[in-house]
């Protein structure tokens, strides 16, 4: 099994369990900007500790729950990981993090929306909502790829987007400064 399938193979499991997820990070600045490579898949979810337990279960002998959880910082949640490896034995990564009670959080998990991935309907991130997350997390942590990635969906979708929502947010989160810079180094 690749990487993409054990991605696939949680959507249809999240599904299956009528557990309301959002597919985030690398997944979803992938669908809207310029596309890069990724040793996880990040998730969003209405969840507790049992229902992970279920979904790797329900993932089968290849996934590997870590029993140790986490708390996020830069998301300000708690932190599951579902470990994989894909037949070559590259490890790849499953996070979980439980729908924080942060303002940003529930509205970008409100507005998110269904879209093809990986050959199957997912819940992603709109566009917008990639471009704040990835500011607040790039602010959060100094990750050259969040900042990157930030870019390549304002570069792709352009004046496409919700310009006075993004601006709200960036000026909520601080970080408007660096959503300016970054809009002023795209040709």
Known sequence: MTFQQAVAAVVAVLRDLDIPYVLVGAFSSNAYGI??????????????????????DRLGPGFRLDPQISF??????????VHFADSSGVPFHIEFFELSDDEFDRQRFARRQEAL?????????????????KLRWFQALRRAKDREDARGVIAVQGDRLDWAYIHRWSDAHGTRDLLDEIRRSIA
Do not use: H, K, N
Not at 37 to 55: N, P, Y
Not at 72 to 81: I, P
Not at 117 to 133: C, M, W
């Open 35 to 56: 596309p890069r490579s990724t040793q996880d898949a990040d998730f969003v979810a209405l969840l507790g500790a049992r229902d992970v337990a279920t979904i790797a």
């Open 72 to 81: 996020e910082s830069a998301t300000g949640t708690t932190r599951y990981v």
């Open 117 to 133: 991935v990986l050959e199957q309907q997912a819940y992603l991130l709109t566009a917008e909502d990639t471009v704040v997350t």
